[in-house]
T-cell receptor, first 114, second 116 residues
Framework: AQKITQTQPGMFVQEKEAVTLDCTYD???????LFWYKQPSSGEMIFLIY??????QNATEGRYSLNFQKARKSANLVISASQLGDSAMYFC???????????FGAGTRLTVKP | DAGVIQSPRHEVTEMGQEVTLRCKPI?????LFWYRQTMMRGLELLIY????????DSGMPEDRFSAKMPNASFSTLKIQPSEPRDSAVYFC??????????????FGDGTRLSIL
């Protein structure tokens, strides 16, 4: 079975600073992918970044980067230079080779303060 | 290229009525997922299809819920009879890539369902 854990229900960050959103996972799949999604107050789910379990380097996508520590089974999202528009819910998710659906964590609500 | 299209965007109906939610996945995607999102339970996977075949429906709450995918470009989620506790946002998502673990899901805008 796959499990995704996001332990921070809410986070605050000052505009222009960096913030790390935590995600840990558990799976028996030998190969898997980790994803982060953003859900603003308007409700849509926006794909942000992907990390493969066999990728040697941490994924980056603009101001988003993924701090992937395979041995610790963590895949934290780092947002650099936070902007007011980054205020949203952020979901970590995982998709396994054998468990081919996508499982989501409970989410972290990020608030960026001016 | 068009994204995942869901209809209706909003639905308000009375308890006991049948509700049908519709989804058109992105062309070429071979996986389709139905999710329900509530404040209390978060984002729950209800069912997913691969090549129009239901693979896992263990998340479907009860027999009042059913989902079909008659072809690669259309799926429905039906609730009959509806109850107030079914009120939620229902998302449809699709993804490509066969068993590729690197394929993200692309979500529709959701259907906000209110059962009075």
């Amino acid at each position: 079975a796959q499990k995704i854990t996001q332990t921070q229900p809410g986070m605050f960050v000052q505009e222009k600073e960096a913030v790390t959103l935590d995600c840990t996972y558990d799976t028996s799949d030998p190969s898997y992918g980790l994803f982060w999604y953003k859900q603003p107050s308007s409700g849509e789910m926006i794909f942000l970044i992907y990390q493969g379990s066999y990728d040697q380097q941490n994924a980056t996508e603009g101001r988003y980067s993924l701090n992937f520590q395979k041995a610790r089974k963590s895949a934290n999202l780092v947002i650099s230079a936070s902007q007011l528009g980054d205020s949203a819910m952020y979901f970590c998710a995982m998709r396994g080779y054998n468990n081919n659906d996508m499982r989501f964590g409970a989410g972290t609500r990020l608030t960026v303060k001016p | 290229d068009a994204g995942v299209i869901q209809s209706p965007r909003h639905e308000v109906t009375e308890m006991g009525q049948e509700v049908t939610l519709r989804c058109k996945p992105i062309s070429g995607h071979d996986y389709l997922f139905w999710y329900r999102q509530t404040m209390m339970r978060g984002l729950e996977l209800l069912i997913y299809f691969n090549n129009n075949v239901p693979i896992d429906d263990s998340g479907m709450p009860e027999d009042r819920f059913s989902a079909k995918m008659p072809n690669a470009s259309f799926s429905t989620l039906k609730i009959q009879p509806s109850e107030p506790r079914d009120s939620a946002v229902y998302f449809c998502a699709s993804s490509a890539g066969g068993r590729g673990v690197n394929q993200p899901q692309h979500f529709g805008d959701g259907t906000r369902l209110s059962i009075l």
